[in-house]
């Protein structure tokens, strides 16, 4: 391959989450801009590569009242607060041919559902109904993606946390003929946050004793319990549940992360791990990859910004691999360094050659340049972090 031919070659950022094939590895959390085939469609037609559907509950539901939903306006942007309580059209509208082929169209992306029922008799019930429509009426769902990390159901605890209700929940799951059997092919688990190591090793013991059954792992949920306060009326800017919602957006990044990484060092090698929370750009997603995900899902971002979050995405990790060299994710998955005086002496340099480059840009009055910065920043922060991996080789 001539050096011309190398420098238009488009590194690869397919993937597979339990045997299941994505053109891209960013797709879509469940929850914003997902409660309609019409919403679901503009997924589809982005880069995002898959599809996965609204947590669907047994009937149908209108949530919370409002105003159920916050986001930070300030420079930063770094939060968003919702207390939706599940708004969605019911699971026999997810599972419908109509939905899922008009959610797709002709893309031929997976189409997943989410399930969060409100107790183990509704989940039941519901991956009945999955498996029928799987079995005789031929629906394409790909996977099902059980939801026991929701902490926006006023009344109801989150499962993730309660393990013995969780182990539980699992077993029953796990030993229904539907999903021993494969019928459901592709059974994956949303986990809510941890934040002790008990914790992790807990949550990691109850979903490995069903590996072969569960394929993946979805982690991080929205981190319960936060509050926003409106300082000119007094009040929580949430309505219901005493303004008390799940805490999503960069603030949770870290959280993620963390999550990823423990739960990729714990989990059984078979069990794929997904990455959520707080991703807003290909950076975001590298770091994802590089704790372990096979996959990133995007939410905050993607109900802020809308699907064309994931076209910007793809193409700011693709950059940021072309820079660095990878063809494909598996090049750095799972493959964070440990620190060491090195790293972090390369790591100021980086810094201080990318200040250097972005003064220019930043001391003009031109606010179109603020593109130019961010567009700027990606390239130049990819090919020193190139440097970078290339010394510490």
Known sequence: MSTKEKEKAVPSISTTIAGIPLETCVYNASGPRTGTYSAMNKIALSRSGAVL????TSN??????????????????????NSEGLPNAGIDYYISNETISESVGETGKPYMISISGYSLIDNLQMIEKIRSAIIDKGAKIAALELNLACPNVIGK???????????????????????????????????PPYFDGPHFEAASQIVNKHKGLIKFVATINTIGNALAIDTNAEMPMISSNGGFAGLSGPAVKYTA??????????????????GVGGVK???????????????????????????????RICAELQSIMKEKGYKSIDDFKGKLKSWS????????????VTETCLTPIRNSTNDVNLKQERDLLIYVSAFLMAVVAFLLV
């Open 281 to 311: 750009d290909g950076s975001d997603v590298f770091e994802m990859i590089l704790c372990g995900a096979s996959a990133v899902q995007v939410g905050t971002c993607h109900w802020i910004e809308g699907p064309t979050c994931f076209d």
């Open 341 to 352: 005086k090195e790293g972090a002496a390369a790591s100021r340099e980086v810094k201080k």
């Open 157 to 191: 605890p989150i499962i993730g946390y309660d393990f013995s209700q969780m182990e539980h929940v699992l077993d029953t799951i796990c030993h229904l003929p539907c999903i021993e059997n494969s019928e459901i092919k592709v059974l994956g688990v949303k986990l």
């Open 53 to 56: 559907s609204k947590s669907a």
């Open 60 to 81: 149908s539901q209108t949530g919370n009242p409002l105003p159920r939903t916050w986001h930070d306006r300030s420079k930063q942007r770094c939060a968003s607060l």
């Open 257 to 274: 992360l963390a999550n990823v990484r423990r739960m990729r060092e714990l989990l059984d090698p078979s069990i794929s791990v997904v």
